[in-house]
């Protein structure tokens, strides 16, 4: 895809994933202006964009895609050229208790973007929409077996099941009004930024912090752990040259039991902090199992790599290295994030 001297819309900018492909985009395409788009809800971040947003080509819009209203104004003033649609409810557990939320934001939202990127398609032959979901869509895997683009869907928790509906309405657009668009389902990030209420920056502090690590059921869940920077190289690579109407698995050929990445993680962590070996594996408390949770995702990420040439990057062990040397040396953003000071940088900065 070609883009000179464009406005791309990157939904979900502040947030874990968003704000690496933000930077990504910002720091890259210095042609491009980059319009950040972000609710600023619980996992919404600017803290993690500190250091673009003087950055002559981006742009921040504090606003949410479920307000058709101020997304329709938006569309009038600025006509953009491409959209990268990360903006989502993410949390599993959360989905169980607010389903709502989720078919709102990820459903709504995205109906919303589509209904509107309709007419920036009319008047711009090389617009693209780009939606970026999951692999837990795809429901849950036996002992064996990969997820392809070809995998049914299968959708197992009311947060997957609101992907899945918002990954049909996408193609449902493209196929119906003819939108250009690319679709791509990802395995479980990690990396620096990562809120903690995810499993390895939440381990990363319970553990600094002697505080217990609680391990769903019996710690067999098997997930495919993608470096986050790897994911954002990955995006980059599909929205400017993916082919429209295609899905693209993204995965980091990296499978590990719940219960072996915190064991390794916990020796990681001994390790940076002066700890006995296996101290910190102490600390492991086996928790009630989840409704509806997926026993092992695994995604075949064959097709990226021979048709755009992509492949992972980093290792696991480097990119947990990395990551826990992130948050050693941003204390500060963890203690914003954790004790909520994070949620009053838009005030300071932007009003």
């Given amino acids: 895809m070609e883009i000179k001297d464009k406005k791309v819309l990157i939904t979900g900018g502040a947030g874990f994933i968003g704000s690496h492909v933000v930077r990504r985009f910002v720091e890259n395409y210095k042609d491009y202006q980059i319009f950040n788009l972000d609710a600023l809800t619980y996992a919404g971040n600017l803290e993690n964009l500190k250091d673009v947003e003087e950055k002559d080509n981006y742009t921040f819009i504090k606003g949410d895609i479920t307000n058709i209203e101020f997304l329709s104004a938006l569309f009038e003033i600025e006509r953009f050229d491409g959209i990268i649609h990360l903006a989502a409810e993410s949390h599993v557990d959360r989905s169980i208790s607010e389903p709502l939320a989720f078919v709102k934001t990820n459903v709504l939202g995205t109906v919303n973007l589509l209904n509107l990127a309709i007419k920036c398609a009319k008047e711009n032959p090389d617009f693209r929409f780009y939606h970026v979901s999951t692999d837990e869509v795809y429901g849950a895997l036996g002992d064996t077996g990969f997820f392809t683009e070809t995998t049914p869907y299968s959708p197992n928790s009311p947060y997957s099941a609101s992907k899945a509906s918002s990954d049909h309405f996408v193609r449902a657009y493209g196929e119906t009004f003819g939108l250009p668009f690319v679709v791509s389902n990802c395995s479980n990030n990690y990396g620096p930024n990562h809120f903690p209420e995810k499993l390895i920056p939440l381990f990363i502090n319970n553990i600094i912090n002697n505080k217990p690590l609680p391990v ?101 062990e480097e990119g947990l290295e990395i990551t826990i040397d992130w948050y050693f040396d941003n204390q500060n953003w963890l203690d914003h994030v954790t004790s909520g000071d994070y949620k009053d940088y838009y005030k300071k900065q932007y009003q």
Avoid: Q
């Fill in 216 to 316: 769903y059921g019996d710690g067999n869940y098997t997930r495919d752990w993608l470096y986050v920077i790897d994911h954002a190289r990955a995006i980059d690579l599909i929205f400017h040259h993916g082919k429209n109407g295609e899905t693209y698995n993204i995965g980091g050929f990296n499978e590990w039991k719940n219960i072996d990445l915190v064991r390794l993680l916990c020796g990681l962590m001994d390790k940076k902090l002066g700890r006995k070996v296996g101290e910190s594996e102490e600390l492991i408390t086996y928790v009630k199992d989840r409704p509806g949770h997926d026993l092992r995702y695994a995604i075949d990420a064959s097709k990226i790599n021979k048709e755009l040439g992509w492949k992972p990057t980093v290792t696991f």
